[in-house]
């Protein structure tokens, strides 16, 4: 389905060297080639994959201005007026060729990976699931840690009421009352030091993902290249040369629109002045916006060229404690005891024969059982840390339902003195 997205095209002219003429039409960018199709005939002229690639180059000549070159198999494709500019253009285009031909480096053995279809898919899933669970865990423990810091506030709080309640009371006796301002003192020197804590805490967060990025600034036309980074309290956008562009801390971002897998906008309203607004575009999207929508959930939209990417990522993983796991320990069985049926007595012969010729071998046997054992760990992590906030969350209320009924009973006993 991804292949057949189109991420953006762009109204252009393009050499037809045939007929030594230029055509009028439009360049389209998929996540994995390059197509041209004429504007009157409606004909498909140019269809390459990224990987054939070799150059993409802005050039000019004395006959054709502000023109985009790409060599491909020795073929060079000339187009010209871009819109809305070649710079735009180049810099996508560059950005996903470039993105294409990493994530190609590693298949060169694809005719030996062929031989282990069901163990690779399966290695790929645990590690993708793996992944995903850590960066839930990082989220979690940041979102502990800011727990632990409104408790501590709160204990701050009380303490504070306690002095204030020391205070009324001594503006409540009278004059020959023998006990003076002692009673208040001891908890006031703690106070540094609390601050200290929490000051310490916040400057404590990790880095979940950091992927390329085509930033947009607003309704800008121009376009240029940076870095997106997903921070366990927020996130930041930066340049080439990690300069931070713009920081959003959590409860600063508003919304997030997922127009296609590739292509988000993040906004921060204001009001009396414009909005705060960033379009990003990467080839590497796809990883960043399932952590996108575990942290902004309640914020995060997907417009409608991106809900079958949404419907898609989400069915085969709705149950990672079902599906995956009893896919792979129920091959891992296959591998340790090949003489029996991994499915048991209620699967059908031609499931039976379709993993009889899938087995996994040994060393992919011993990686999955690794990759299981950690995802076991860290499912029993999450599990706690899950618990911890809800009895903490619990606390929170409790705190502050006792602080409320603390400030009333004081205001009523201020309102007494006066």
Known sequence: MNEEIRIHSWPCSYYLDTSKQWVSGRLSLTPVAIKF?????????????????????????????SSLTILEKNTKHWFSSLQPNRNV????????????????????AEAGALQ????????????????????????????????????RGLNKIEG??????????????????????KLWKAPLEAKPKETATVSDSKNQEGIII????IITHRTDSNVKPG??????????????????IHRFESKD????????????????????????????????????????????????????????????????QVDLGTSIWQAATGLLGGVMQPESPVGGEGMDSEQVQLQSHEKISESEAKELKQILKKLKGLALETEAELERQDEALDSITTSVDRATLNIDKQNRRIKKLT
């Not at 253009?89 to 060169?108: A, C, D, Y």
């Open 89 to 108: 253009v180049f810099n996508i285009l560059e950005h996903f060729w470039r993105e294409q031909l990493l994530s190609n480096q590693g298949t060169g």
């Open 253 to 316: 971002v508003d919304d997030i629109r997922v127009h296609t897998p590739y292509e988000i906008s993040i906004r921060q309203r204001f009001i009396g002045k414009p909005d705060t607004s960033y379009r990003l575009l990467s080839a590497k999207m796809p990883e960043a916006i399932p952590i996108l929508e575990m942290q902004f959930s309640k914020k995060i939209q997907f417009l409608e060229d991106a809900l079958g990417f949404a419907g898609a990522r989400k069915s085969p």
């Open 210 to 213: 950091r992927i390329p990025v």
């Open 160 to 181: 504070d009421m306690d002095v204030a309640d020391r205070l009324l009371t001594e503006l409540e006796s009278p004059s020959w009352w023998p006990f003076s301002s």
């Open 37 to 65: 199709t004429a504007d009157k005939t409606g004909e498909l002229l140019i269809n390459f994959h990224l990987s054939g690639i070799s150059e993409i180059k802005k050039e000019s000549s004395n006959l054709i201005f």
């Open 227 to 244: 870095k997106l980074t997903l921070l366990a309290s927020g996130l930041e956008i930066s340049d080439c040369n990690s300069q931070i």
């Open 116 to 151: 282990s279809t069901k163990g690779k898919e399966l290695t790929g899933l645990l590690a993708g699931s793996q992944k995903r669970l850590e960066d839930t865990a990082k989220v979690l423990h940041y979102q502990g840690e800011q727990f632990d810091n409104i408790m």
